[in-house]
């Protein structure tokens, strides 16, 4: 049989029962479109994790009171629960530590924020003005605090965008206007761009003040929350970060190497975080994939049924000369060509709901050319193996047999 023929053979085969073979390829589309939906919202939630930490700041490393555990591993206090580094930690370091281009201590404290008869509770974050480029952040209006803010102790505030929201309505101009901070009068001075982000964690969900100010009137204490370190180089963090170890482990006396701080690497977190998408990506695919398993299994069935309803027509063929290898391609290929054509559709399916799925919701989807060849490739492999047992039965039907077949 001549590949034109074959060709023609399973078009007329598949086109002469359309409901059949449409059910049939029903469950490769659906499998087709689900993985295809699922990695591309992995893809998303990888990409999403990863613009999150890049918005904290490139190279970061942040040096955090407290330890994770003691001698023993018995625990001695959460990271951030203690208050063991100090304004003067984040001076020495600033002084004593090479390839590092910004310092940036901070205090954190959730208050009570009151404007007239609207309130809120939010974090309020004392920081210095290098905090603002370690971090990124940009001005809506108005502007980030002055050094000399900073050293007058000023009862200023720069707000996030998602707080003025609160407070004032949507795209109010609030420069000059004053807030209460746990009953403390602040005069509004910015408004930072918005950079996105849900919950207790958004970066717009937040205000800044100077960190003398809010040691001052807000923490009444010496001690900080964290000391924000910008290096220089992505290459050069491990190497700092050793440093910043030693010289603080030297400046708090302590000698059984068992720190009262932590680090926290911004590239260990991005390593951390891929892994644990990747790892939710194969697991979105692969619960997916398991649509694709029951649609092989649905043209295994509709191909064995379609052998036992042709077993005369399979007797008349090798009665006439056919071989067993022609048998064997006519059904193979109407078998590969329904996982074809449901490959196609189901494509076609999985990139559409993707896209409605990334416009109108807040999941954010990625769709890659590897995830679309993947679920093709997958789809043909399915056609092969679960077309094969049903090709081979009918290729060695014995004709005599096949002939008496009722």
């Given at each position: 049989?001549?590949?034109?023929?074959?060709?023609?053979?399973?078009?007329?085969?598949?086109?002469?029962?359309?409901?059949?073979?449409?059910?049939?390829?029903?469950?490769?589309?659906?499998?087709?479109?689900?993985?295809?939906?699922?990695?591309?919202?992995?893809?998303?939630?990888?990409?999403n994790?990863?613009?999150?930490?890049?918005s904290?700041?490139?190279?970061?490393?942040?040096?955090?009171?407290?330890?994770q555990?003691?001698?023993?591993?018995?625990?001695?206090?959460?990271?951030?629960s203690?208050s063991?580094?100090?304004?003067q930690?984040?001076?020495?370091?600033?002084?004593?530590?090479l390839?590092?281009?910004?310092?940036?201590?901070?205090?954190?404290?959730?208050?009570?924020?009151?404007?007239?008869?609207?309130?809120?509770?939010?974090?309020?974050?004392?920081?210095?003005?290098?905090?603002?480029?370690?971090?990124?952040?940009?001005?809506?209006?108005?502007?980030?605090?002055?050094?000399?803010?900073?050293?007058?102790?000023?009862?200023?505030?720069v707000?996030?965008?998602?707080?003025?929201?609160?407070?004032?309505?949507?795209?109010?101009?609030?420069?000059?206007?004053?807030?209460?901070?746990?009953?403390?009068?602040?005069t509004i001075?910015?408004?930072?761009?918005?950079?996105?982000?849900?919950?207790?964690?958004?970066?717009?969900?937040?205000?800044?003040?100077?960190?003398?100010?809010?040691?001052?009137?807000?923490?009444?204490?010496?001690?900080?929350?964290?000391i924000?370190?910008?290096?220089?180089?992505?290459?050069?963090?491990?190497?700092?970060?050793?440093?910043?170890?030693?010289?603080?482990?030297?400046?708090?006396?302590?000698?059984?190497?068992?720190?009262?701080?932590s680090?926290?690497?911004?590239?260990?977190?991005?390593?951390?975080?891929?892994?644990i998408?990747?790892t939710?990506?194969l697991?979105?695919?692969?619960?997916?994939?398991?649509?694709?398993?029951?649609?092989?299994?649905?043209?295994?069935?509709?191909?064995?049924?379609?052998?036992?309803?042709?077993?005369?027509?399979?007797?008349?063929?090798?009665?006439?000369?056919a071989?067993?290898?022609?048998?064997?391609?006519?059904?193979?290929?109407?078998?590969?060509?329904?996982?074809?054509?449901?490959?196609?559709?189901g494509?076609?399916?999985?990139?559409?709901?993707?896209?409605?799925?990334?416009?109108?919701?807040?999941?954010?989807?990625v769709?890659?050319?590897?995830?679309?060849?993947?679920?093709?490739?997958?789809?043909?492999?399915?056609?092969?193996?679960?077309?094969?047992?049903?090709a081979?039965?009918?290729?060695?039907?014995?004709?005599?047999?096949?002939?008496?077949?009722?």
């Amino acid at each position: 049989m001549i590949f034109s023929d074959l060709i023609k053979e399973t078009y007329l085969s598949l086109l002469s029962n359309k409901s059949r073979s449409f059910l049939t390829i029903l469950g490769i589309v659906i499998g087709i479109a689900s993985v295809i939906v699922m990695i591309s919202i992995g893809h998303g939630a990888s990409k999403n994790i990863e613009e999150n930490i890049q918005s904290l700041g490139t190279n970061l490393l942040v040096v955090m009171p407290g330890s994770q555990s003691g001698p023993g591993n018995i625990v001695r206090g959460g990271m951030g629960s203690s208050s063991t580094l100090t304004i003067q930690d984040a001076e020495y370091i600033k002084e004593q530590i090479l390839n590092i281009n910004n310092v940036a201590p901070e205090v954190s404290t959730r208050k009570q924020i009151i404007f007239k008869q609207n309130n809120t509770n939010t974090s309020v974050y004392g920081v210095n003005i290098e905090y603002q480029a370690i971090k990124k952040i940009e001005m809506e209006s108005g502007t980030f605090l002055k050094n000399e803010q900073i050293t007058k102790f000023s009862k200023v505030a720069v707000l996030g965008s998602q707080i003025r929201d609160d407070l004032f309505g949507e795209n109010i101009q609030v420069i000059g206007q004053k807030i209460k901070i746990d009953k403390q009068e602040f005069t509004i001075i910015g408004v930072t761009k918005t950079k996105g982000g849900t919950g207790m964690g958004s970066l717009d969900d937040r205000i800044y003040v100077p960190i003398s100010t809010a040691q001052h009137y807000l923490t009444g204490g010496d001690s900080i929350s964290a000391i924000n370190l910008e290096v220089s180089k992505e290459e050069l963090m491990e190497q700092v970060q050793n440093e910043v170890t030693g010289l603080l482990l030297v400046r708090h006396k302590i000698k059984n190497n068992q720190p009262d701080f932590s680090i926290i690497n911004q590239a260990d977190i991005m390593d951390t975080m891929s892994s644990i998408s990747d790892t939710l990506t194969l697991l979105l695919g692969s619960i997916a994939g398991i649509s694709l398993l029951v649609g092989g299994i649905g043209i295994m069935n509709m191909m064995l049924t379609i052998v036992a309803e042709r077993t005369k027509e399979i007797g008349l063929r090798k009665s006439l000369g056919a071989r067993n290898k022609e048998i064997n391609s006519q059904f193979l290929s109407e078998s590969i060509a329904l996982t074809f054509f449901g490959g196609i559709i189901g494509i076609i399916l999985g990139y559409l709901v993707a896209v409605v799925i990334g416009k109108f919701s807040q999941t954010a989807t990625v769709i890659t050319l590897s995830s679309i060849i993947l679920a093709f490739s997958v789809s043909a492999i399915i056609g092969i193996i679960f077309g094969y047992y049903p090709a081979r039965r009918a290729a060695k039907l014995n004709p005599i047999d096949a002939l008496r077949y009722e």
